[in-house]
């Protein structure tokens, strides 16, 4: 099993920056789809953006696609998101998970086997 711990998020202005880590330990992740979810108060955790194992596709959600870019260091076993021009509404808990059973669907959170703890971005207008 693989823990996921991500780091990075903050309190953040309308139009700046933040880059969230999640680094895995347990076992190597370069086999594995990763992905980002988020999950607003009062709302359901919804898909980010994707990965594949080696880095060569990329998904995004429609709401992040231009903003928000998704990269990994699988020497390092680590995944990034590097969230640009952020908006109010991109205040969430952004959690990282990994996939390992193969193909699937990367927008859907229930394909995912492992998670980390969540790292809370805010973002004040």
């Known amino acids: 099993q693989v823990q996921l711990v991500e780091s990075g998020g903050g309190l953040v202005q309308a139009g700046g920056s933040l880059r969230l880590s999640c680094a895995a330990s347990?076992?190597?992740?370069?086999?594995?789809?990763m992905g980002w979810f988020r999950q607003a108060p009062g709302k359901d955790r919804e898909f980010v953006a994707a990965?594949?194992?080696?880095?060569?596709?990329?998904d995004y959600a429609h709401s992040v696609k231009g903003r928000f870019t998704i990269s990994r260091d699988n020497a390092k076993n680590t995944v990034y998101l590097q969230l640009n021009s952020l908006k109010p509404e991109d205040t969430a808990v952004y959690y990282c998970?990994?996939?390992?059973?193969?193909?699937?669907?990367?927008?859907?959170?229930?394909?995912?086997?492992?998670w980390g703890q969540g790292a809370q971005v805010t973002v004040s207008s």
């Open positions: 347990g076992r190597t992740l370069s086999s594995d789809v």
């Open positions: 990965i594949s194992a080696s880095g060569g596709s990329t």
């Open positions: 998970a990994a996939r390992s059973r193969g193909p699937g669907d990367s927008r859907n959170l229930a394909d995912y086997d492992d």
